[in-house]
């Protein structure tokens, strides 16, 4: 398995607020997160969360625009979701989030900027079996890595993610 972490680059975009009901709901269907998900989680934009290889990635985020009067918050955020409406470097996440980076402005749009960093949590990496693998395929979803996995290989065979979920699948041969 090769974890990845981007260089330290800020982007700036839009902030905006959604409501996902659970971090498996989002586009990644984590099977395995850290309890803060459920609050602390963003949807990048199609570009940025490239077919799923942005999953399981984190950003630190925080509110730039003037409405926010010098707020200094900083939150770090999971990447569960794709946003197909947000331009390359927007965002979304969670209601309580957005509250907290902009010291209580309700959500709406305003201007953010984020950068990748090394998620904080710290456990060992698991591998979650899709439901359905059989002895003809096998689909797995790397968890608790801090910065992203980039590929896995299962007995020294290559897998390729799919494109849908967050998955790495091996064919039979």
């Not at 926010?68 to 999971?78: D, F, H, I, P, R």
């Not at 209580?104 to 990496?125: A, F, N, Q």
């Not at 002895?135 to 290989?153: H, N």
């Amino acid at each position: 398995m090769v974890t990845t972490m981007s260089r330290a680059q800020e982007f700036t975009g839009d902030g905006t607020g959604y409501v996902l009901d659970k971090p498996s709901s989002g586009n990644c269907n984590f099977m395995n997160v850290p309890e803060v998900v459920s609050t602390n989680y963003v949807a990048l934009a199609t570009e940025r969360f490239a077919r799923t290889a942005a999953c399981g990635k984190c950003i630190q985020v925080r509110c730039t625009d003037v409405q926010c009067n010098g707020a200094t918050a900083t939150e770090t955020l999971y990447v569960v979701d794709r946003c197909p409406e947000c331009a390359k470097d927007d965002l979304d996440f969670s209601p309580e989030v957005f509250l907290k980076l902009t010291g209580g402005i309700e959500p709406g749009r305003l201007k953010m900027t984020w950068s990748y960093v090394t998620c904080p949590h710290s456990s060992d990496i698991v591998m979650c079996k899709k439901p359905g693998s059989s002895g003809f395929w096998l689909a797995v979803q790397p968890a608790g890595a801090v910065t992203g996995v980039s590929s896995v290989k299962i007995n020294g065979k290559s897998t390729g993610m799919v494109d849908s979920a967050y998955y790495f699948k091996l064919e039979s041969s």
